[in-house]
């Protein structure tokens, strides 16, 4: 079972920027290998995705303001928010799957506990 725990999240104002990270252990594949994500909400509606190969999508209200990245190296995962806005206030969860990326939340098993973000006007 992978530990994955979100650095500390934040308050901004609507314009600012903030940068969350991930750090994984326990894992039982080589870290590369994990396709790694940011949810939010209690929906666990998806916001960013990155694969093995560093391949990313992202949901639609994020594209241009948020950029997922990993350091394989570092075990590590971030997601660099830029604008915020006030409808990006959530928490915000990790998650890490072994093999392919999938956009569902339900295909993930291992998450972190949530970190929130609130972005006021």
């Given at each position: 079972?992978?530990?994955?725990?979100?650095?500390?999240?934040?308050?901004?104002?609507?314009?600012?920027?903030?940068?969350?990270?991930?750090?994984?252990?326990?894992?039982?594949?080589?870290?590369?290998?994990?396709?790694?994500?940011?949810?939010r909400?209690?929906?666990?509606?998806?916001?960013?995705?990155?694969?093995?190969?560093?391949?990313?999508?992202y949901?639609?209200?994020?594209?241009?303001?948020?950029?997922?990245?990993?350091?394989?190296?570092?075990?590590?995962?971030?997601?660099?928010?830029?604008?915020?806005?006030?409808?990006d206030?959530?928490?915000?969860?990790?998650?890490?799957?072994?093999?392919?990326?999938?956009?569902?939340?339900?295909?993930?098993?291992?998450?972190?506990?949530?970190?929130?973000?609130?972005?006021?006007?």
């Open positions: 079972q992978v530990q994955l725990k979100e650095s500390e999240g934040g308050s901004v104002r609507v314009g600012g920027s903030l940068r969350l990270s991930c750090t994984a252990s326990g894992y039982d594949y080589d870290f590369n290998h994990y396709c790694l994500a940011w949810f909400g209690q929906e666990r509606e998806t916001v960013a995705t990155i694969d093995s190969a560093s391949v990313t999508t949901e639609e209200s994020v594209k241009g303001r948020f950029t997922i990245s990993r350091d394989d190296a570092k075990n590590t995962l971030h997601l660099q928010m830029d604008n915020l806005k006030v409808e206030s959530a928490m915000y969860y990790c998650a890490a799957e072994p093999g392919w990326c999938s956009w569902m939340w339900e295909q993930f098993t291992n998450w972190g506990r949530g970190t929130p973000v609130s972005v006021s006007s």
